[in-house]
């Protein structure tokens, strides 16, 4: 049986406990999804799932009061979220219902769309979207384009090791093998530049920050919605200025308020409307926080994130070295 | 010693402030370009306090708390220990100099330790030199595309 038929008989089966079933739906147009929110049995033929469904849904998860039995459907990297979320204690294990998917890679639609610029189409213009045989086959201005799903999927997938939900009470499909290793060539290529080089880099992306908060929403473990402290008049941390301190600086909160929680599953780089690398700061602190304390956020449900806790004696800390 | 540099040292009530207050009573000479900010634990210091000082200027900034085991609140230094290490590992990839920022433990009676910590950092930091402004550059570009559009509009 095909993973989505599954996974529609799955959620029909568990909806009638649950309030709520969130999963993707065709969106705006054929090249984008969106979330569906399933209240009964009709809204299940809504559900999509193909290498178009990006979006990670466990973002919702905190934003429902508590008491509301939620059904998530998540594939490798959102199931790490969610771990994460139960670590931290900010859902209830008793009313979440995750419905977990194996996952070969999603698109990166900033890719399709430099790939159909060089053939001078506009991905405005893509009347049909399929993906057959390791092809993410587009219609677009009365032409067939062909384009290899590994030159359009995500950087974050091709160095994934996570395919398969890590945490689920019913799993469609079945499970994909294979574990890429996570190197880092990313970070060590953009840590070859001189610090001048650096920070000459992030003035030039964060210039292009037009604060609008996109990164934030859409990341799940930025759960203090209204009252970031980006947001705060008291204490005012940033002010309302427009110039590259506060853009940067706020930009620096994200990061340092996600370091050791972030799972890297792309959210802010992906709703960024300038293509700021956002990654790049939050996986040079996940490469960190590995190399102190052995851990990678959302993979081990009962460990607890390691700084919100302490050894006496650290082991990879040297803190009397200069 | 050349032109003073801008240096903020974040002080634990209980430890190291004591330490430079013991270090002053000692009469232990030390280089001036310290500003301290005294903070009840070195557990208060958010990474942020860190990162504002530095995008708003100074060059360099110091924290010191006390020693491991010795923490008035039993554990906030660990707490610290553990995020200043982290923060300090992130500088470099945004471009800042990891021995801008420096954490250590100093108690209340090691005046002489104070001394040796305040003048090792600043003369690290006077090493580095002034930082660079992260708006600087961005503040003048605007400023000259502001002018550009001051053009002649024909009526």
């Known amino acids: 049986m095909p993973v989505l038929e599954e996974l529609k008989a799955q959620i029909a089966r568990r909806l009638p406990e649950l309030d709520m079933v969130i999963g993707w739906g065709h969106g705006y147009d054929c090249l984008h999804r969106t979330p569906v929110f399933i209240e009964n049995a009709a809204d299940i033929e809504k559900l999509v799932f193909d290498p178009l469904c990006v979006h990670n849904l466990s973002t919702y998860l905190t934003r429902y009061g508590s008491g509301k039995k939620i059904g998530v459907v998540v594939k490798g990297c959102d199931s790490r979220s969610v771990v994460e979320l139960l670590q931290e204690k900010l859902i209830n294990r008793d009313n979440i219902v995750v419905f977990g998917l194996p996952c070969e890679g999603v698109a990166d639609l900033g890719k399709v769309k430099r790939a159909l610029q060089e053939q001078n189409l506009d991905m405005g213009r893509v009347k049909s979207a399929t993906v057959e045989g390791g092809k993410l086959i587009l219609a677009v201005s009365g032409k067939e384009v062909a384009l290899a799903l590994n030159d359009v999927l995500a950087d974050k997938c091709g160095r994934c090791r996570y395919h398969n939900a890590v945490i689920h009470d019913e799993f469609a499909g079945t499970p994909v093998e294979g574990q890429a290793q996570d190197a880092y060539e990313d970070l060590a290529a953009f840590e070859n530049q001189t610090l001048e080089e650096r920070m000459e880099f992030w003035r030039g992306q964060m210039e292009r920050c037009v604060r609008c908060y996109a990164c934030r929403n859409a990341c799940p473990m930025c759960v203090c919605r209204d009252h970031c402290i980006a947001q705060s008049r008291d204490p005012n941390w940033v002010s309302q200025g427009d110039g590259l301190e506060e853009k940067f600086f706020f930009q620096m909160i994200h990061a340092m308020h996600l370091a050791g929680r972030c799972t890297e599953c792309g959210e802010c780089e992906r709703a960024c409307p300038v293509d700021i690398p956002l990654l790049l700061l939050k996986r040079k602190l996940g490469k960190e926080i590995q190399e102190l304390f052995d851990y990678r956020a959302g993979t081990e449900p009962e460990v607890k994130p390691p700084l919100l806790a302490f050894k006496v004696e650290e082991d990879n800390i040297n803190e009397r070295g200069w | ?155």
Request: glycine share 10%; aromatic share 10%.
């Open chain 2, 1 to 155: 010693m050349d032109k003073e540099l801008r240096i903020v040292g974040f002080l634990c009530n209980w430890c190291s402030y004591g330490g430079a207050d013991t270090a002053g009573v000692g009469r232990f000479i030390q280089p001036t370009d310290l500003r301290i900010i005294r903070l009840p634990c070195s557990g208060r210091i958010d990474p942020l306090f860190v990162l504002k000082t530095l995008i708003g200027g100074a060059d360099g900034v110091l924290v010191s708390g006390c020693h491991p085991r010795d923490c008035h609140y039993s554990e906030g230094n660990y707490y610290a220990r553990r995020r200043l290490e982290v923060l300090k590992r992130f500088l470099p990839v945004i471009g800042i100099d990891q021995g801008r920022f420096e954490y250590t433990w100093v108690s209340a009676s090691e005046g002489q330790r104070w001394q040796h910590v305040v003048t090792t950092f600043t003369n690290q930091i006077h090493a580095l030199g002034p930082i660079q402004r992260i708006g600087k550059d961005a503040q003048a570009r605007a400023c000259a595309f502001g002018r550009t559009l001051e053009v002649d509009i024909p009526a």
